[in-house]
Structures are given as C-alpha cells and as structure tokens.
C-alpha cells in the first residue's frame, strides 16, 4: 500500500490499519483508574465485613467504608460500581488493574503495600479474640484448692499460724500452764488459739492471761485481720476469673490452644510473626460457628468486626476479650501511582474530619474509649 504521493507509510502505521485487532488489545491494557479520569464507570471491589461492608435485605451495599467511599465518590464525580469478590482479590484485582479500588475493613500491612497503593488511613484499630463463655464447673472450683499455688499459700499461712502459736506459748507457758501446757501440746493450743483468733471466732476457751500474752494477741488481731481479707481477696479473684476467662485470657495464651482466624488476612501475618499456628477461614461468622460448636478454642480478628458480630448473640455464648491487640489501619486500596489517590485522600479526609463520620462510627461501634 502506498500513500497518495507514492509513498510508503511507516511501518507501524501500516501494521495498525492492517491490524484493527491489534487496536482493540491496546486499548484493552489501558490502566482501569483511566475509567474515573474519561468517565467512564469503574469498577470497585468490596466483601463483606460488617459493619464497614455489608448487604442489607434487598442486597444492596451499605456500612461505614462504602459510606464513605460513596461519600468521597459524590465529591469528586465518580461514577462506578460495586464488585463482591474475596479478600486476596481485593489486592490482586487492584495490583492487575481489574479493579479501580477496593474499599471495607481492609488493613494496610507492608505485603500489601508491595502490590497496591492505599489511601489516607480512615479507621485505627487492633486484633480482637473472641472465645466461648465458660459455664460455671463445680468440679473446676475444686480443682482450684488442689493446686500448687493454693498450696503453696495454705503453707505459708500454717506457717504464720505456727509462728504466732509459740510467742503465745512462750509467753503464758509460765503463768497460764493450765491453758498452754509446757511441753509440746502447749505449743498445739497456741496454734489453736492463733487460728481462732485470726477467724474471729473466739470461742473463749483459751485466753491470755499475761501482759506479754496479751500484747501477742493484740498485734496479731489487727494483724490477722489484713491477711485474712488479702487471701479471701486473691482466692476469691482467682476462682471467679478463672471461671468467666476460661484456658484463654490474652494473647500469651494462644500458643497452647487451637486457634482460628481470616484465611490472608492480616491476622493470620500477626499470628504468623509470633509462631501461633492457626486455622483459616473465609469468614467470620465460619469461625464463630466453629469456636461456638468448641471446634477451636480462640478466634482472632479485627476487634470491631468481632464485636459487632459477637454483639448480635446470633453466633452462640461467645464473648471477646477486653481490649485489643496490635495495630491495624484501614484504608483504600488504589493501583500503584494512581492519578486518583491525591482526590481520594482530600475527599477521605474531609469526611473522617466531619462530626457526621464520628457519628456514623458512634453509632455502629459504640462511644470511641
């Protein structure tokens, strides 16, 4: 083919009129974040993870993330679409240019940092576990006296006992022998009067009669009555948290335990950095349902996604632990170097900052502590 001059065209410019499909797959390797900039509809992937995503009875999208980025969308003119997909998706889809952003309870971790960009964090929070509530066991209870620490301070209060015994036999031994004899047996009714003493039983078998004796028994009244008070305090304490806690009180107790927790998800990152091994789930109420029907023993997660779901007394006698561990941040993910993060972040900003987003966020998760 020639020009009207009887020229050849460039090389390229003759392969692409030759080649019309060539044209079509060029324009198929266009970035999608192109989408928002010509108008077109972009595409935004999300899961649910209520209460920042999640569908309500007619299945249309809701919850604090999608709210916000609805809100971010109106300010800066996007038009788009909503995609459900899964968690690794929300990263790949982004990273291949499948999807212009994905928006929920989506942590900012380093790995995901490699793939994708992220927006302005919009929601600070940590690791929740949750765990079965532990009914109350007789049995248990009585385990409790057998054990090596309540021995141990058993000991050392016959020990005291003992102590205080023999300066009220040394000191009536003389002058009171008929109540505190001379020999070993003496010894035995100091001890007796020490632990009546220390109960504040005072049966008045057994008194001091000497000024010695007497300042003995004065001391160890008021004595007495402080450790009777701090034992009954640390006994009491340590049947009825071990009780309500249950085998798991905290993160230190995850290694001995079976543990559940998001399949790639940052949770499972956290307890993988410190050794916990764990089983994946592809959602939260799977394992809720698995620690309810004793299948694990803890499930970790993000705290709000925990207690909003554990909340609702829908998933069993479950309940999670006070505070939360580690920290996560939520943000939007975008493609790397995408034209769109600078509005994004402006428009993010602007909502987070407004007295409307902590009510939404009040609302939802309760009063921020």
Request: aromatic content about 8%; charged content about 20%.
């Amino acid at each position: 083919m020639t020009s009207p001059h009887g020229r050849k065209p460039p090389a390229i410019l003759a392969t692409l009129l030759a080649c019309p499909l060539l044209l079509f797959c060029l324009a198929l390797l266009v970035p999608a974040t192109a989408a928002a900039q010509d108008g077109a509809e972009m595409r935004i992937a999300t899961r649910e993870a209520p209460p920042f995503a999640m569908k309500d009875d007619d299945g249309r999208w809701q919850g604090l993330a999608i709210e916000l980025w609805r809100a971010v969308a109106e300010e800066n003119g996007y038009d788009y679409t909503l995609v459900e997909t899964d968690l690794p998706d929300m990263i790949g889809g982004v990273a291949s240019g499948e999807y212009d952003a994905s928006v929920g309870a989506l942590t900012i971790t380093q790995a995901r940092e490699e793939d994708v960009d992220f927006s302005h964090p919009f929601y600070a929070t940590g690791f929740g576990i949750a765990v079965r509530k532990e009914p109350a066991s007789y049995f248990s209870l009585i385990g409790k006296f057998f054990s090596w620490d309540f021995m141990k301070t058993l000991a050392v209060l016959v020990a005291m006992l003992t102590v205080v015994g023999v300066l009220f036999w040394l000191a009536e031994r003389k002058r009171n022998s008929d109540e505190f004899a001379s020999d070993a047996k003496g010894i035995g009714s100091g001890f007796w009067f020490a632990a009546v003493t220390m109960t504040t039983v005072g049966y008045g078998d057994k008194a001091p009669r000497t000024p010695a004796g007497k300042i003995v028994a004065l001391i160890w009244m008021f004595t007495a009555l402080l450790i009777i008070s701090t034992i009954t305090g640390m006994i009491a304490s340590s049947l009825t948290a071990d009780r309500l806690e249950g085998a798991v009180t905290g993160p230190g107790d995850l290694n001995g335990v079976r543990v559940g927790t998001i399949s790639d998800s940052a949770g499972e990152e956290w307890l993988a950095r410190d050794g916990i091994r764990s089983t994946g789930f592809s959602k939260v109420s799977d394992g809720l349902a698995a620690l309810g029907a004793g299948e694990i023993d803890a499930f970790v997660h993000d705290d709000p996604l925990l207690r909003y779901s554990v909340g609702r007394g829908e998933l069993g006698d479950l309940r999670v632990l006070p505070g939360s561990f580690g920290r996560q941040d939520y943000g939007i993910a975008l493609p790397e170097d995408s034209p769109l993060r600078e509005d994004v972040n402006i428009a993010l900003l602007r909502h987070i900052e407004s007295d409307d987003w902590l009510a939404h966020i009040t609302r939802q998760l309760g009063p921020t502590e």
